[in-house]
Each structure stands twice: as C-alpha cells, then as structure tokens.
C-alpha cells in the first residue's frame, strides 16, 4: 500500500501498548509493497528497539501468522515470525484491521537489490527446509491443499465479458480495459493452457508439500548483514513444488540460468514435473490478472497503487517476461 490508512497514529499507537506493551517512540508509514490490504509501519520505541507492524484489513487466516511461527521453531533461519502480545497471540485487532508486529530487519527486497552468488544458494536451501518439513497434524489440518481449481480461470472470462460490455470512466481501468481486449488472443490461450493441464495434473500423484505459493522478489528481504528472509506467508499451501519453483528461471528479474544453477546449489538435485511448472506458471499470471482487474475495475479507490498495479499487469506481456516464459516451458 502506497498510501496511508485512514487511521490515526496516536490510535495505532494506544494498540501497540495495549496489546504488546510498547512504548512507542515515533511510529512511521512506510509506502511499500503491492497488496492494498496491507499497510506496514516502522515503529520505535523507548528503549531504542524497532518492530516492523503490519496493518492487514479485509479476509484473515490465522495459518498466515502460524506457519511462519512453526518455521520458525523448526530452525529454519531465513523466517521471520510474529512476535506475540501480551495475551499470547500472534495478532490483535484495530477496527477492521489485524495488527502483525515483527522484529524489524534493516534491508531491501529482491527487486532493489540483487542477490549474490551465496545468497542465491541460501534462497535454495531455505526453500528445500520448508518443502521437506514436517507439518504436525493439527496445523496441517489448516492448512490448504492443491485442488487445481478453475476459480481464478472462470473469474477471468467474467472480467474480459465484462470490459466488452461497460465504458470504463476512470482512466487507469479503461487503460487496463484496452490493453486486455488487444490481449484477448494471449490471454484466452493462458487460461485454455492452464485448463488443460490443471485436468492432467488431477490424474497425476505428485507429493503436495508446503509451499509458500507466492515467492518473487518482493517477498525476499536481504538484510544489511546479507541474511535472507522468506516473508509475507499469506498463502501457504500443500501443493507439487513446482508451485514455488515457477519463477526461478521463469520471470524477467530472475530468468539467468547463472542465478538458477547456484538456487538449485542449495536447494539440491530436484526432478521438476515440466507439465506442473508450465501450469503454475499460466496460473500464476491468470491469478495476477484477477487481482489487478478487481482492483482496478470493481472499484476507483486505491490513489497511487492503481497506477503502479496497472505497469505490473502490463509488464507481464512484455518481451521475455512472464507470459513469454510461460508458454515457452511447454
């Protein structure tokens, strides 16, 4: 979110006293990161300490806060899990918000800053802990499974029925309007693709593991120090690890066979099932579609964030990025 909630900060900081017994010295909004749900603050406090807040409005799963805790206490180093409040939880509430509070690490994420050879390996085997942990049942239980659904594919038809239909008046969803109807041709074939081969997947016996089901560059933080952390477990699910393989090698900040050979360094000698990765990675754009369409056409709110929401989706039919990848993987 690039723009402030419309929420006081002295009542974001009576939460925090309440909740986590802080003192908070100076809270400040830090205008990062592509989910309008999500508004994150650096907040510090008397004694000198800085926690990362996370606002999140709208639907919330509490596995989104236990499964990183889980990693966490499983050893794996690369999560950062929610710190508790006084009353044990790993979140507290403020109007329609859920307050996350974590440790604050000083860094930046994958887009600004390029990983090193050894940080590329670290990502690897990072990853691999978390495929090959093992879930105790009762938080497995939470914990979504693969079903290769036609949700998002049906919620895409609905959208480019409805752009042939409506004159949009705000500029920057008749600007996406446009750019899908001379897409029509790209798109119908994603989404024919990815039918297709989610029905082939459905008779095939892959090992479901858990994925963090969202990884890009955004979602990797490099500390100072050069530690790397795998953040914003919004959506873990049990799935084939192709679901959290289908960008490494696969979009346009990280389509370098140097960068995937030392990943594969640390994650260790992996058989990837082609026909999965081909269609995690025609889901993933058809996902993408729907996120930006809801956001850019079912409403007018947003400031800011609809434009930068407007050149991700058209970055993605660009030479040799995402939707070029992922028809060249079949």
């Not at 926690?51 to 889980?70: C, H, M, N, S, W």
């Not at 009762?138 to 409805?162: G, H, N």
């Not at 996902?287 to 970055?315: H, N």
Request: glycine share 6%.
């Amino acid at each position: 979110m690039l723009e402030k909630p419309d929420l006081p900060d002295q009542l974001i900081i009576s939460r925090l006293q309440d909740g986590y017994g802080l003192q908070v010295r100076r809270l400040t909004f830090l205008p990062i990161g592509a989910d309008v749900n999500t508004a994150v603050f650096r907040v510090d406090t008397e004694d000198g300490t800085a926690y990362f807040l996370k606002l999140r409005k709208g639907d919330f799963d509490e596995i989104t806060v236990a499964v990183p805790q889980f990693l966490k206490a499983q050893g794996i180093r690369s999560i950062i899990a929610p710190l508790e409040t006084k009353a044990r939880q790993q979140w507290t509430c403020l109007d329609a918000f859920k307050l996350i509070l974590y440790p604050f690490i000083e860094g930046q994420d994958g887009y600004e800053l390029a990983l090193t050879d050894r940080q590329w390996q670290v990502f690897g085997a990072a990853l691999k802990s978390i495929h090959t942990v093992h879930v105790l049942p009762a938080l497995a239980r939470r914990i979504p499974r693969e079903s290769y659904s036609p949700q998002w594919r049906a919620l895409v038809k609905t959208f480019q029925a409805q752009i042939e239909e409506i004159a949009f008046d705000d500029p920057v969803a008749a600007k996406l309007a446009a750019l899908m109807q001379s897409k029509r041709g790209e798109i119908d074939y994603l989404v024919a693709r990815a039918e297709a081969l989610g029905v082939a997947l459905q008779s095939r016996s892959l090992d479901m593991v858990l994925c963090h089901s969202d990884l890009h560059a955004g979602n990797l933080l490099i500390g100072r120090d050069g530690s790397l952390y795998i953040v914003d477990w919004d959506n873990p699910t049990f799935a084939p690890k192709e679901r959290d393989l289908i960008l490494i090698g696969g979009c346009y900040e990280w389509n370098s066979p140097r960068a995937e050979s030392l990943f594969y360094q640390g994650y260790g000698q992996a058989e990837i099932d082609r026909i999965a990765l081909a269609y995690y990675r025609y889901e993933r754009i058809i996902q993408d579609i729907v996120v930006f369409c809801q956001q850019l056409l079912l409403t007018g709110a947003g400031g800011q964030d609809r434009e930068r929401a407007f050149m991700y989706f058209a970055s993605q039919f660009l030479p040799n990025h995402e939707v070029e990848i992922a028809i060249r993987t079949e």
